[in-house]
């Protein structure tokens, strides 16, 4: 009897523990999916991250939900892309209206923006600086555990050496550098990789028939039998080209969570 009582009480106490510990982690919050890998690997487990742009979304045009703006109230610190990006030019001031206390981090201080594109972090050299500046925001809202952000960040910075490493070697001998892709997310990979892209899409608009008929002769001309796609976008376009010029669509996903696994993906079917 005695034992058991005893273990009761064990019990209740390391729940009691787990539940306190849970309770002390630092709430961040972040606008797209691949900063949920950025701050996880920085913070390890004393972060919990709330995303803003769900899986499947854009944020280009995504409205945040009532519930996804109450979680804000409970954030220590909101890690904004900072490279001009629709969701934070039209939701930015509400959000730090509701948590006037919550640290804002840019995580585009520091990288040579390119116009009127914000999709920074599809080079991993960006992405080296973006998490320096997450880590910089952890060590401000928690120094007590700077040693432990400051392993994590090493150890992430390290990966995306290797990740850059890897890309480089994949695409050295990619002899076409054009690559005709929908949504023009790869502005920065091509500037850091010596590519080109051509977008289908300009300006947010999907192309006029004009437009798709000039698209098809600039294909077979320069960029071959591939366009690529994005699942957060309409392929039909994509496939109108590529049904003409022989070739297909592939899809490649600019905002997937698993950011080293999907950029060596990515890299990969470049190449092809
Ligand atoms: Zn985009």
Redesign the pocket.
């Known amino acids: 009897m005695k034992r058991i009582l005893l273990g009761i009480i064990l019990c209740l106490i390391f729940t009691g523990v787990s539940y306190t510990q849970e309770n002390k982690k630092i709430n961040v919050a972040v606008t797209i999916l691949p900063q949920v890998e950025f701050v996880k690997r920085v913070g390890g487990d004393r972060v919990r991250v709330t995303v803003m742009v769900p899986p499947g979304a854009?944020?280009?045009t995504y409205e945040p939900k009532p519930s996804q703006l109450r979680e804000i109230s409970k954030a220590k610190m909101y890690a904004k892309v900072g490279s001009g990006?629709e969701f934070e030019l039209a939701w930015m001031d509400k959000i730090a209206s509701i948590n006037k206390k919550m640290l804002i981090v840019d995580c585009s201080k520091g990288i040579k923006l390119i116009d009127n594109d914000?999709?920074i972090w599809l080079s991993p050299r960006n992405v080296k600086i973006m998490v320096e500046n997450i880590y910089q925001g952890l060590i401000k809202i928690d120094p007590v555990n700077k040693e432990y952000y400051r392993k994590n960040r090493e150890k992430y910075l390290k990966k995306l050496d290797k990740l850059d490493e890897e890309i480089t070697q994949v695409l050295s001998g990619m002899k076409n550098r054009k690559i005709m892709v929908y949504?023009?997310?790869w502005g920065y990979f091509c500037r850091e990789y010596n590519l080109k892209q051509i977008p289908i899409e300009r300006e947010g608009k999907k192309p006029t028939p004009q437009g798709i008929a000039s698209l098809i002769k600039e294909a077979e001309a320069k960029s071959g039998k591939i366009i690529f796609a994005?699942p957060?976008f309409s392929t039909k376009s994509a496939e109108v080209i590529a049904r003409e010029i022989g070739g297909k669509v592939v899809l490649i996903d600019?905002?997937a969570e698993n950011y080293l696994e999907n950029m060596r993906k990515v890299a990969k079917v470049f190449a092809r």
């Open positions: 854009s944020p280009h990006i914000p999709h949504h023009p997310a994005s957060q600019p905002l």
